[in-house]
């Protein structure tokens, strides 16, 4: 079966998964404890946008849209954080605003509509070493962030103690939201823009069932992302099946497993 | 001695509604202050000052001779009012302990941590709830296990906001004890909001009495003198009392 992964556009899918799937299902344990997975997945249609804006350009549409992204949720985070509007609302608004704009942009270039599809349903085996390297630098990013794992666990757990040992809460805020919008980005070309928020929470939501520690719940949470790119690539090729959606699927059945398996609370 | 606390004439303003007006107040280190008044006299929010989590609108905040932001955040023991826990946050009543003692939400804890918050549990006689998760405990034990997140970084000044919030009566008299014994061993300050009069006339170096201005402030016999009470609540005696005198009519 590893015979699959001798081919080079498989070991360029493969690698893309598991770079997305880690910080994906990482990031996952906020976004779920945090109640924010209606943010992924605007920040995911707004990605749309930015990769409409990307193709309009003639640009590299993952480098158009991660910046655009990232904006875009600096917005919704700076609305909530300004207003008394819900964040639920902040992100309607700016959702369908960009998938307004991604909309007319496609539609002025429609050459490039057949590229669109490939973010909206996701096309791993299509991924271009320039999506590659997005994916990279989002992961490296990542990487940069885990220092400020205890700062953000803390602030989920009580944002009032957090605030009295003097953290910056509301800095971590935004760069918690602006990683988010990153990571929904570089996985949108793997899962699909349909899929993503899927793809942030199940592994999180999984995880949850049986840990007792927040620890436990993140690590517990990459592990059963990064199985479930291994596993749906796998599956997506021997059934030829498209492999976003496969990703899913595996992924669903390991929260149904986990729901079987959990203790009762 | 040197004042833990000064407030100079501190206003605080949310929109046009004054929480608390024309503040001053000095507090000497080593102090056990009981702060009373009804709800919504902004007892909670004197306590925010001192943590720096609110800003005056007016007047100045000093805590151990600096501007309160500028205290570091290891020298203030905080327990906040009870609040609802998120009960869907995965977590270890000693995770909870820890987290006072690096300002940051443990990943793992090293054997020094592990024994430092092990040791705050048995200062609340709580060793047994440990390894028990959060979402499981009951109110009493959330609050001692709180008390003891407080205690673990050996702080200079207490802050408790209703502390005794669901503990039965034995645990309360035990707070107490710990409080004292924590103070005696560590000359701390200890500034404590509680609706329990009795206790506070009993346990306080000072009573404060708060009703959006300093009503009174001194040793218990003085503050809690009829004239404040009256000035505070709009009535005099304890509402225990209150409820005593009528349920023995009914009888
Ligand atoms: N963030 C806020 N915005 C607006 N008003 C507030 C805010 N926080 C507190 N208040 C108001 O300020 C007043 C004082 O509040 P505070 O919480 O300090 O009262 P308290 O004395 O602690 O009362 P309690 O005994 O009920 O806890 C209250 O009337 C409250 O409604
Ligand atoms: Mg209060």
Not at chain 1, 157 to 182: C, E
Not at chain 2, 74 to 103: C, I
Request: a neutral charge; aromatic letters at 10%; charged letters at 20%.
């Amino acid at each position: 079966m590893l015979e699959v992964f001798a081919l080079p556009f498989m070991q360029r899918a493969l690698l893309a998964g598991l770079l997305v799937g880690a910080t994906a299902s990482y990031f996952g344990v906020f976004v779920v404890q945090r109640r924010m997975s209606f943010l992924g997945s605007g920040l995911a249609h707004a990605a749309l946008g930015g990769v409409a804006l990307g193709l309009f350009l003639d640009a590299e549409p993952l480098f158009v849209a991660l910046p655009f992204t990232v904006l875009i949720a600096l917005l919704i985070a700076w609305v909530r954080e300004r207003t008394e509007l819900g964040g639920d609302t902040a992100v309607g608004i700016f959702f369908s605003l960009s998938v307004a704009l991604g909309v007319v942009l496609l539609a002025l270039k429609s050459e490039y509509a057949a590229d669109a599809m490939a973010f909206l349903f996701g096309s791993i085996l299509a991924v271009t070493p320039a999506d590659l390297w997005a994916m990279v630098l989002v992961a490296l990013a990542s990487l940069l962030t885990l220092p400020v794992w205890g700062r953000w666990a803390y602030a989920t757990f009580d944002r009032d103690l957090a605030r009295a040992d003097r953290l910056p809460v509301l800095f971590d805020d935004y760069l918690l939201t602006a990683m988010v919008a990153a990571v929904v980005v570089s996985a949108v070309k793997v899962v699909g823009i349909l899929l993503v928020a899927a793809f942030l929470v199940i592994p999180a939501a999984s995880a949850r069932l049986f840990a007792r520690t927040f620890a436990q719940m993140t690590l517990f949470s990459i592990l059963f992302g990064l199985f479930g790119v291994v596993a749906g690539l796998v599956l997506s090729y021997l059934y030829d099946v498209p492999s976003g959606a496969t990703i899913i699927l595996v992924e669903s059945g390991i929260f149904l497993l986990s729901l079987l398996a959990s203790p009762k609370t | 001695m040197e004042a833990a606390v000064e407030f100079e004439n501190v206003s605080v303003r949310y929109g046009s509604y004054t929480a608390l007006d024309g503040v001053s107040l000095r507090i000497p280190e080593g102090a056990f202050v009981a702060i009373i008044g009804p709800n919504g006299a902004g007892k909670s929010t004197l306590l925010k000052l001192i943590l720096g989590l609110l800003r005056p609108s007016e007047g100045e905040v000093r805590v151990f001779g600096r501007p309160a932001l500028k205290v570091p955040a290891e020298w203030l023991g905080y327990v906040a009012q009870f609040k609802t826990l998120d009960r869907s946050f995965p977590a270890l009543a000693l995770e909870l302990v820890a987290s006072g003692l690096r300002r940051r939400w443990p990943f793992r804890l090293s054997a020094r941590e592990r024994e430092a918050a092990l040791a705050a549990l048995r200062r609340v006689r709580g060793e047994e709830l440990a390894d028990r998760r959060l979402s499981r405990l009951s109110g009493g034990e959330l609050q001692r296990v709180y008390l003891a997140r407080a205690f673990v970084r050996r702080p200079r000044m207490l802050l408790l906001d209703e502390p005794a919030t669901g503990m039965d009566v034995l645990g309360e008299a035990d707070m107490y004890r710990m409080l004292e014994q924590y103070q005696r061993e560590h000359r701390a300050t200890v500034l404590m909001i509680t609706h329990d009069w009795e206790a506070a006339r009993y346990h306080a170096t000072h009573v404060l009495v708060l009703n959006r201005r300093v009503i009174g402030f001194g040793p218990p016999e003085r503050a809690l003198s009829d004239e404040c009470l009256r000035r505070a609540f709009g009535h005099v005696g304890h509402p225990h009392e209150l409820s005593f005198s009528v349920e023995r009519r009914d009888a």
